[in-house]
């Protein structure tokens, strides 16, 4: 049975960022090694690659950078959007079906998910949180889906969904830094997929071992540090002997 006890924080990113490697964007459906993984695992892959990008962000960053990145982050997106729709509408010339298509779906999808514009990224955090929030629970939608398909715009919905987690913790913490929750958070989705992955593929399966050795190359060098730590103690008391 494959070892799941926890690793600290900075082996947790560590393992997030060697799975980045093996778990496909969310723009793909392929492992980089061609495997195609199951819609579970998949899904509860990228979301240990969303709780590690939440670690790095609140480990490195101050609160303010924290709303500064979010406000870039969310106001780009509509950016993005409103400049889809505009380049598309007017046109001297008439659209094919499928940048009609792209025209239709980037209107709806700024409507429906920014339905109060971007002022709400001028409020109090507290307050930007929920918005931002509301924006990813609609970008989430099953109205949206097909049209966020058309755009090819699932891997800005993940970018925009990381940044709630470290926001989140920054409007709950004075210094923007506490990291017990969100290690708490990657402990549990890591829990979650290394179920996935040991109900899919047998001990010994390559993808199971690309997929979860990364895990434990940080396990053994943790406990290997442990132990190296108790031998230097049992030394030093010998030599006070």
Known sequence: MFDIARVPVARQKVVGDALAGVVPAADAKASKKGEALPDDVLALGREVLTRT?????????????????????FGGYF????????CL??????????????????????????????????????????????????L???????????????????????????????????NGDDLEKLSDAWHAAFTRFVAAVVSKWPEGHATREALLKPYQRALDAQRAEQAAARKATRKRKADTQ
């Open 89 to 138: 509408d007017g046109t001297l010339s008439p659209l094919s079906s499928a940048l009609e298509a792209r025209r239709r779906a980037a209107v709806l999808v700024r409507t429906k998910a920014y339905k109060k514009g971007v002022r709400v990224l001028k409020l109090e955090m507290s307050q930007q949180y929920q918005e931002m929030r509301g924006i990813v629970l609609a």
């Open 79 to 86: 950016k993005i959007l409103l400049g889809e729709a505009q």
């Open 140 to 174: 989430r939608s099953p109205e949206l889906v097909e049209s966020i398909k058309v755009l090819g715009h699932a891997h800005h919905v993940d970018h925009l969904e990381a940044q709630l987690a470290p926001y989140g913790v920054a409007v709950k913490a004075p």
């Open 53 to 73: 990008r939440a670690l790095e962000l609140v480990a490195s960053l101050p609160k303010l950078a924290i709303d500064n990145t979010a406000d870039r982050v």
